[in-house]
Structure formats: C-alpha cells, structure tokens
C-alpha cells in the first residue's frame, strides 16, 4: 500500500524552527517521483510550499518562505524534510507532503498521485 507519513509538527514560538518529516512507504522516491510540502491554514486555500525532485532540484512555490524554509530528501531513508526556520504565526497551518511521478517539479495545482493526513504547525507565543 502507497504511504506517506508525515512528522514533526508542532507548537513553537516566533522565530523558532522546526523540521518536519515526510516517510514514503509501498514505493520507492527515487523511481522518478517528485514530493511537494503543501500547506492549508484555517480558512484558507491549500498551497504549495515547496517542492523537490527525484534528483534533488527544488524549488519553493510560496514567496514568504523563501530564505526561511528549505527542503531536502535522503533517499535511503525514502524520506523527505522541509526544514523551517524563523517561523511566523502566519506560517501555522496543517503541512501536508504529497508525491506524483515525474523528473521535475510541477506546478502545485496541477494535482498529485499520493497525500499524507498532514501533521499541524502552530506558531504562537
């Protein structure tokens, strides 16, 4: 069964950070699937984040998070991070990972193959 699993949210102070994980499992993240970080805050849209290909090219779709959040994966572990620095309460959100096979990363609202249940991010004091 196609999994993705994720971790590491939480609450955590302004300026704070935290790392969260995304662990595949029934499939392989290296056979040419791409993992894009969405995020959804209460009363609003769902957006991507941030995005990175089967061969470690990423790109982050959301202009607020760049030079903040930064994505990466290990391939032994099949697992995909996004860590996320200087938080912001407007970063709170539930993040969801999800994946789509392709080489590249393509836009967010083009849909993806596999979601996970997300794992929520408060940022408050």
């Known amino acids: 069964q196609l999994q993705l699993v994720e971790s590491g949210g939480g609450l955590v102070q302004p300026g704070g950070s935290l790392r969260l994980s995304c662990v595949a499992s029934?499939?392989?993240?290296?056979?040419?699937?791409?993992i894009t970080w969405f995020r959804q805050a209460p009363g609003k849209e769902r957006e991507g984040v941030s995005c990175i290909s089967s061969s470690g090219d990423s790109i982050n779709w959301t202009d607020s998070v760049k030079g903040r959040f930064t994505i990466s994966r290990d391939n032994a572990k099949n697992t995909v991070y996004l860590q996320m620095n200087s938080l912001k309460p407007e970063d709170t959100a539930v993040y969801y990972c999800?994946?789509?096979?392709?080489?590249?990363?393509?836009?967010?609202?083009?849909?993806?193959?596999?979601w996970g249940k997300g794992t929520p991010v408060t940022v408050s004091l």
């Open positions: 999800a994946a789509r096979r392709g080489y590249v990363c393509y836009d967010p609202r083009l849909g993806m193959d596999y």
């Open positions: 029934g499939f392989t993240l290296e056979d040419y699937y791409y």
